[in-house]
Each structure stands twice: as structure tokens, then as C-alpha cells.
């Protein structure tokens, strides 16, 4: 029989506490809810498959609220959604006000239970396999993201939760079995923008990895070996893979400077930190071409 466990992912805002300050006159406006997400980049990974089955969203009377309008479940490969690439989740009629939390319910297995004969939220690999994804055991407690948009009176709102799944999908050591821990970012849509621009210089059979960090929050140790069921590069907003044309796209970025850590891999593996370009600054609906060469660095 298949178990579903319902996977509470909660988001938060940066400095608001209250859920949502409603308009005092009740007025509505709409909510677009988007999903995206920055690539996989390890174990051969083709597809990471995801069901979600219910959208809430919270407020300060009411606590949390089911989108009736929401049609699920849906089932979204998060690797199809990437580089700006994004699918629409639903249109939603709400109070117009400031909200700063949602949470998904997502069809996937507790770790600990068997492997379910129809899984909802899976990985396929090169080879055509596929295996279930599992969440932690107590996992529906829920997962935190911080991002915060507001519904304006007759007017609407897009915004996209952006998964990482670099860092959303970790491997247990000893079981090898997957688990999801997704990281997400809310981001609205018109208030973001992105960096990209061509990397030049990249030696023989080595994959460029470029991760955008908030100006002067990468240290170095988070280039060390990771410790068990975490990912590398841990405190980075975005990342993207330089493709076989030697370029590179950090979508759905908040304006705000940023640093750039640009690393090889040799082989799918970590190899080392090449060098950071510093201080990339985002604008809002805008692009910043940055090229990057190795030579430099």
C-alpha cells in the first residue's frame, strides 16, 4: 500500500512576524504562484519529480488556509525549471495585504518506511531508473524559506518559489536512499533580476559550477567536504552550470549585490574554488551581463 506523508514547507519573511496584514476594507487582489528551481549536479540525475498536493497559505485571524482554487495534485520535473524557466502553480483570489508565510503539501514517503509501489516525488537517472524520494522522519513539521509579497487591492501579484534542489536533495551515507530537505526562496517576480555571461578559458574535461553568494557571506570552509545528508556550498543563494557553450544564467535574484564563486568539477566531483568575482550588483527587471575568465581569476 502507498503511504503519503504530508510535507509541511513553510515559508518565512526576512523581518516580519505577523503572517499577513490584511486589508482593513476587505478588499481582494491576486496572487500568480510560480515554481522554479537552480540545477542538480551530481549522481546523474535527469529528473527530480515532485507532487504537490496542496498550497496553504497563513494568516493572523485565521491561521492556515487551504487554496480551494488550487488544482491537485500536480506533479513538476524541477530539472525542466531551470534558467529562468518556470510553471504556474495556480491564480489565487485573496485579502490584499502583506503575507509572509506558505506551505506545500507535498505525496512522499517518511524515511523509514519502504519504498512505496507508486511514489509521487522521485528521482529518474541517465540510465532510465528511478527511485523514490523520502522525507525525514518528522519532516511535517515543515521547512523554512524566507521571502515575503503583497497583494495589491484589485491588482495582482506574481511571485515564484524557487526550489534549490542542489541543495534540497541530499543522499543518506549508509542507507543510499535520497531525501529531500528542500531549501526555497520566495522571490516577486518584478522586483528580481539575473546575472549571466559567458565563462572563457575553461580547461579540458572540467565542468564550471558558478554559485551567487549575498556580497561577503562566502567563507571558505563551506567549500570543505560536507558532513553527512548536507550539501557543499551551503549558504549560496542560486547556482547554475556553465553549458556546452560556456554560459551561465543566475535567475530570479533579488537586487542586491552579490559575490560569485566559481568552481570546477572533474569527472562530476568537486576539484577546487577557481576564484570569486565580486560585487555583481542586481537590479530589479534587469540584466547584468557579467563575463567571467578563468585566466583572471
Known amino acids: 500500500m502507498k503511504t503519503k506523508v504530508f510535507l509541511l514547507l513553510v515559508v518565512l519573511p ?13 478588499n481582494t487582489g491576486e496572487l500568480k504562484l ?17 507532487t504537490i498536493s496542496e498550497v496553504h497559505y497563513h494568516t493572523t485571524e485565521n491561521g492556515w488556509e487551504v487554496f480551494n482554487d488550487f488544482e491537485g495534485p500536480q506533479t513538476h520535473n524541477l530539472l525542466d525549471l531551470q534558467r529562468g524557466e518556470s510553471e504556474l502553480l495556480g491564480s489565487f483570489e485573496m485579502e490584499a495585504g502583506t503575507y509572509t508565510q506558505l506551505r506545500f503539501v507535498l505525496d512522499a514517503p517518511e524515511r523509514g518506511q ?3 509501489s507508486t511514489p509521487g516525488s522521485y528521482l529518474e537517472f541517465e540510465d532510465g531508473s528511478t527511485t523514490a524520494l523520502f522525507v525525514p522522519s518528522g519532516a ?11 497583494v495589491p487591492i484589485n491588482g495582482t501579484v506574481e511571485v515564484t518559489a524557487d526550489w534549490d534542489v542542489r541543495r534540497s536533495v541530499v543522499k543518506a551515507g549508509v542507507s543510499g536512499i535520497y531525501i529531500l530537505k528542500p531549501t526555497i526562496r520566495l522571490v516577486v517576480n518584478n522586483q528580481a533580476g539575473e546575472i549571466a555571461g559567458e565563462v ?3 580547461p579540458a574535461d572540467t565542468d564550471i559550477v558558478v554559485y551567487a553568494y549575498e556580497a561577503n557571506t562566502y567563507e571558505e570552509t563551506e567549500a570543505d567536504d560536507p558532513a553527512e545528508e548536507e550539501s557543499r556550498f551551503p549558504n549560496a543563494v542560486s547556482s547554475d552550470i556553465v553549458d556546452e557553450y560556456g554560459e551561465y544564467k543566475l535567475a530570479y535574484l533579488a537586487a542586491g549585490t552579490y559575490d560569485l564563486v566559481v568552481v570546477a568539477k572533474i569527472e562530476g566531483k568537486f576539484s577546487e574554488v577557481l576564484g570569486i568575482v565580486e560585487n555583481a550588483v542586481v537590479e530589479s527587471q534587469e540584466k547584468t551581463t557579467l ?5 583572471d581569476l
Not at 526576512?14 to 476587505?26: A, H, I, Q
Not at 510560480?34 to 515532485?50: N, Q, R, Y
Not at 511535517?140 to 503583497?150: H, M, P, R
Open 34 to 50: 510560480h515554481i522554479t528551481d537552480a540545477p542538480v549536479d551530481s549522481d546523474g540525475i535527469t529528473g527530480v519529480h515532485i
Open 200 to 202: 572563457s578559458n575553461i
Open 291 to 295: 563575463p567571467i575568465n578563468l585566466e
Open 14 to 26: 526576512f523581518f516580519l512576524f505577523t503572517s499577513c496584514e490584511k486589508d482593513e476594507n476587505g
Open 140 to 150: 511535517e513539521t515543515g521547512y523554512k524559506a524566507v521571502g515575503s509579497f503583497t
Open 114 to 116: 519502504g519504498p512505496p
